[in-house]
C-alpha cells in the first residue's frame, strides 16, 4: 500500500512569511496527526484529527498556527507568520481505526527552516 | 513536564556487544509504551510496543512499573541496528516521544 505522503519536503522562508504544509494519509486511515520534531528533540504532537474533526489541538499555537482536515482524508497544516523557533520538521502520521495502540504511520516530514 | 526521559543521546558499541537503550517515564497510571525507530533516510516507525510482548529484529522491551522505564535490549548489535531509536507514551490517545537515542553500531 502506498505511505503517507507529504509535501513539500523542504521549505525555506523568512521570518513573518507564510507557510502550508500538505498530507496525505494512508487510504481509509481514520486518525491523522501533525507532529513537530525540532532538532535533537523527539516528535511533539500539534494536532490529531478522527475523520475531519479535532480530537486533541492542545500543543498548537493557535495564535500562528491552524490545521483543516477537509472531507477527512487530506490534511493542511499552515503556519502564518512563521517564526524563527519554527524551525523544525512537521510531520504527519496516520492510523486505522481499527488498529492497535500505537500503530503510526510516518510521512517523511517537512524540513522547515526559517531564517 | 517531560514524559518520557531518554537519558542517552548517543551510545555506541562493538558489533556483536549487547545494548541496551534507556526509557523512563512519567505517569501514575497504567502506561502504555513504544519503541519507534529511524533508520538513516528512512521513516520513522513502530519497532515493537509494550502490550505485545514481541521481539523484533532481537528485540525486547520489558516494562518496569516500580523504576517507571521500559528498556531496550538487544543481545548482539548489528551494524544494521545503527538507527535513532523514540520510546513513546501513550496517554489517553495522546503520544509523548522522548528525546531520541542514537545507536551506532561499530564493525
Known amino acids: 500500500e502506498a505511505g503517507v505522503a507529504q509535501s513539500p519536503r523542504y521549505k525555506i522562508i523568512e521570518k513573518r512569511q507564510s507557510v502550508a504544509f500538505w498530507c496525505n494519509p494512508i487510504s481509509g486511515h481514520a486518525t491523522l496527526y501533525w507532529y513537530q520534531q525540532i532538532l535533537g528533540q523527539g516528535p511533539k504532537l500539534l494536532i490529531q484529527?478522527?475523520?475531519?474533526?479535532?480530537?486533541?489541538d492542545s500543543q498548537l499555537p493557535k495564535d500562528r498556527f491552524s490545521a483543516e482536515r477537509l472531507k477527512g482524508v487530506d490534511s493542511t497544516l499552515k503556519i502564518q507568520p512563521a517564526k524563527l523557533e519554527d524551525s523544525a520538521v512537521y510531520l504527519c502520521?496516520?492510523?486505522?481505526?481499527?488498529?492497535?495502540?500505537?500503530?503510526?504511520?510516518f510521512g517523511p516530514g517537512t524540513r522547515l527552516t526559517v531564517t | 513536564a517531560q514524559r518520557v526521559t531518554q537519558p542517552e543521546k548517543l551510545l555506541s558499541v562493538f558489533k556483536g556487544a549487547p545494548v541496551e537503550l534507556k526509557c523512563n517515564y512519567s505517569?501514575?497510571?497504567?502506561?502504555?509504551l513504544f519503541w519507534y525507530v529511524q533508520y538513516s533516510r528512512q521513516r520513522l516507525q513502530l519497532l515493537l510496543r509494550?502490550?505485545s510482548r514481541e521481539s523484533i529484529k532481537g528485540f525486547t522491551a520489558d516494562l518496569n512499573k516500580g523504576e517507571t522505564s521500559f528498556h531496550l535490549k538487544k543481545p548482539f548489535a548489528q551494524e544494521e541496528d545503527s538507527a535513532m531509536y523514540y520510546c513513546a507514551l501513550l496517554i489517553f490517545n495522546k503520544f509523548y516521544f522522548g528525546s531520541g537515542t542514537k545507536l551506532n553500531v561499530k564493525p
Open positions: 502520521a496516520s492510523s486505522p481505526l481499527a488498529g492497535g495502540p500505537g500503530e503510526q504511520y
Open positions: 509494550h502490550i
Open positions: 484529527f478522527q475523520n475531519n474533526g479535532v480530537v486533541d
Open positions: 505517569y501514575s497510571g497504567s502506561p502504555e
